[in-house]
């Protein structure tokens, strides 16, 4: 091993297997063991600490340290510390959740189905849509409209609706009946000169014209989407996308699912990413921010119209047959409530508005440099892309293997960040000061000077 030749790190190479990971590069370099967090930080065996610049995955929205949520934990541990929501059981934390939940949403919502991963959730949202359709008299209208580089999750049906090759090759994915359309990066995909108003209206166009192939409004079930991307890259739509695209999925009578598994509770400046981009979904995922990720919980958000149906439905053929054993956990939803609690108790939204443009100005203070091609974002979440030619926005060869190279030398410089191929993420805890983004962004300009220097002159030449 060549980092971390610790007993930690071989017991771990010894017996894991980690999701999103290269096993004999593992077994090469060995586990990063992450031993305490406190506050934006985390600490490794040695003592180290790092400012987790991506919340670990998009999630920890109220950092690594916060004793209520410890706390609600161990109340509900004690008095009820599992039952199940099945045929009419409940419980108050459940209640109170879904209470909570539908209170904040953006548009008029009926009822939550919890489930306990962004995958699951989004597994359940293609279940109950076909039932749905089903119940409808429309056996016919089951396709997933989704986008490249979306990403939706890791199960089968998740996965498939993601739309990043590496969760699709050799595992026969994506399954039928789940399609992609464009991806909406302005920077890398617009034609020269066009405004992002017209690439909106070319990727609406692409949309229709995907539908109709696919059969129109008798196939084409549902679209659903990231408000941002997140695991793509950071993406931010054009301006009118959402929009234009909403007018297509109604002319097809298509359902709208805004995916906020990452944007949801704060994360793009409102409560939810559908408020930053003007979307009105029938449906809604949420996950990670709901708990903060301490415990794993996820929801799926229904429309009234949608819930009239199911609940027609079940009536006829005796039960919605579809749950989970963890189905709102009671432990997983008092964290939730006291997550949310929290959440309103400090305003969270007022705190990301005011510290959300110091990290972006940030950013964009790296976009003179000359390995930077693009920096995007909206209030806590952003990326910063590499690209060997600014003009002519020519990427790095894969081989080389820029976007990690930094990530490896912001882990050096005490900043845990996330490379997707060259670009930067960009998503830290939602409770940041405006003076650990600072520290934030100061440790990565040491990281991306460090890189920059090793490439020499290769810095500026573009890959053959
Ligand atoms: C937008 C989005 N949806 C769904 C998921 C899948 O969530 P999970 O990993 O909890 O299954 C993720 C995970 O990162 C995500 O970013």
Known sequence: MLNHGNSSSSRDVATLLHPQTNFRAHEQNG????????????????????????????????????????????????????????????????????????????????????????????????????????????????????????????????????????????????LAGIVHTDCPHHYRFAKPGESEEDFATRLADNLEKMIVTEGGAETCAAFIAEPVMGAGGVIVPPRTYFEKIQ????????????????????????????????IQPDIMVVAKAL????????????????????????????????????????VAAAVAVETLKIYAERDILSHIRKVGPRLQAGLRQFADHPLVGEVRGVGLIGAIEMVADKASKQPFAPEQRVGPSIAKAAEENGLILRAMGDSLGFSPPLIITEDEIDQLLTRFGRALDSVSKQMGREVLKPAA
């Not at 510390?81 to 949403?105: C, G, M, Q, W």
């Not at 995916?259 to 408020?275: A, H, K, L, Y």
């Open 31 to 174: 586990a990063f063991v992450v031993t305490h967090g406190e506050g934006v930080r985390i600490f490794d065996e040695n003592g180290k600490d790092y400012i987790e610049g991506m919340a670990g995955l998009w999630c920890a929205s109220l950092g690594f340290s916060e004793k209520r949520l410890a706390e609600a934990a161990m109340r509900q541990m004690t008095k009820l510390p599992y039952y199940h929501i099945y045929n009419s059981k409940s419980h108050d934390p459940a209640i109170e959740l879904a209470e909570r939940v539908l209170a904040l949403t953006p548009v008029p919502m009926s009822k939550v189905f919890f489930a306990n991963s962004g995958s699951e959730a989004n597994d359940s949202v293609v279940r109950i849509v076909w039932y749905m359709n089903n119940a409808l008299g429309r056996p016919n209208k089951k396709k997933f409209v989704s986008r490249q580089k979306a990403f939706h999750g890791s199960t089968l049906v998740s996965g498939s609706l993601t739309g990043l090759p590496h969760l699709h090759r050799d595992f026969d994915l994506p």
């Open 247 to 278: 007018k297509v999925l109604k002319k097809y009578d298509m359902l709208m699912v805004a995916d906020e598994v990452i944007c949801g509770f704060g994360r793009t400046g409102n409560m939810f990413g559908s408020q930053t981009f003007n």
């Open 291 to 330: 708990s903060s990720a301490y415990l794993p919980i996820s929801g799926v958000i229904l429309s009234d119209k949608i819930y009239q149906v199911l609940a027609d439905n079940s009536a006829r053929v005796g039960m919605f047959g579809h749950g989970f054993t963890y189905s709102a956990h009671p």
